[in-house]
């Protein structure tokens, strides 16, 4: 098998397991969203310490701890992907999770937006049309729901700026994951030990399937992300940029074909203006990348010698 047949089959498995997501944590009824939550940051660290202990990996501690400020980055990198799966564990445990889709699908157009304001990029005409169509999106859809939706703001603006904050560290998937989980644990272990003490934790209480799922989180959060690890090695962005929405379109068919979430047509509408938004914003970037691909190198110029 070719390295790009890999990369698209590693890259289609990590979004098809994040497509899915909404039946996994759907199972862990009738734990709490916080609990689950502090669960998938203790059993991510359990599963990813061994896995690197496996691969003798774990001598990149010793380097992150005479780099404070990459410690600094690696704290707020781990709130902000809390904050992050705490929301969507909340969402579907609530019974939005074609809401939660919807953060993901606008995820980056939050992206684009926030390169504008932290970063001082200049946009595009078409960036500006898909930015203005995802407004415009988000103005249907409060009407819709009556209030904003919040959830799908917070997921978006979280794993945005997440993104944002990864690209600085340049850290690898394993190693970057094992940090941040690290960085909670203590807390995340904290309450799970109050929960104990209170007799209100689910662990061992429910059932040995649920408790097995419930130790699973661990694996379940970090295979995915080794999947998406070994694409990116493999595949162009442009690809990557496409096989992201694979992702929020299955949450989208789990929320309204297997939860049979409402989908009216004003809730249908504003998905139309998202996609709309996503298509200027996807042909916009595929051909900056073919343009850049065609424009000639300085490597490739042939330099004619001059006349004696």
Request: charged letters at 10%.
């Amino acid at each position: 098998m070719t390295e790009l047949r890999l990369g698209y089959l590693y890259g289609i498995a990590a979004y098809l397991c994040w497509g899915f997501f909404p039946l996994y944590w759907r199972l862990l009824r009738p734990t709490s969203p916080l609990e689950v939550l502090a669960h998938r940051i203790v059993w991510s660290v359990v599963f990813v310490a061994l896995l690197l202990a496996a691969l003798r990996n774990l001598g990149f501690l010793r380097s992150l701890l005479r780099r404070p400020r990459t410690l600094a980055g690696i704290f707020l990198a781990a709130v902000l992907i809390a904050v992050n799966w705490g929301t969507y564990i909340y969402g579907v445990d609530s019974e939005r999770v074609v809401e939660t889709a919807l953060g993901y699908f606008i995820t980056p157009l939050v992206a684009v937006l926030l390169g504008v304001t932290a970063l001082g990029e200049r946009l595009r005409v078409a960036q500006w049309v898909a930015l203005g169509l995802g407004g415009v999106a988000v103005v249907v859809l409060t009407v819709d729901y009556g209030r904003l939706p919040y959830l799908a703001l917070l997921l978006a603006a979280s794993f945005a700026t997440y993104s944002l904050v990864k690209k600085q560290l340049k850290l690898p998937a394993a190693e970057g994951l094992l940090v941040e989980s690290a960085a909670l644990a203590l807390p995340a272990a904290g309450y799970l030990g109050w929960l104990a003490w209170s007799s209100e934790l689910t662990l061992g209480q429910v059932s040995t399937g649920h408790t097995v799922l419930l130790i699973l989180a661990g694996a379940v959060t970090a295979i995915p992300l080794l999947l998406f690890a070994g694409a990116a090695n493999r595949l162009p962005l442009s690809t990557l940029g496409l096989l992201q929405y694979l992702a929020p379109i299955l949450q989208l068919a789990c929320g309204v074909l297997i939860f049979h979430e409402p989908m009216p047509p004003a809730r249908i509408a504003g998905f139309v203006l998202v996609w709309l938004a996503l298509i200027a914003f996807t042909l916009d970037a595929l051909r900056q990348t073919r343009r850049r691909a065609t424009r000639p190198t300085a490597s490739a110029v042939v330099e004619v010698p001059a006349p004696r």
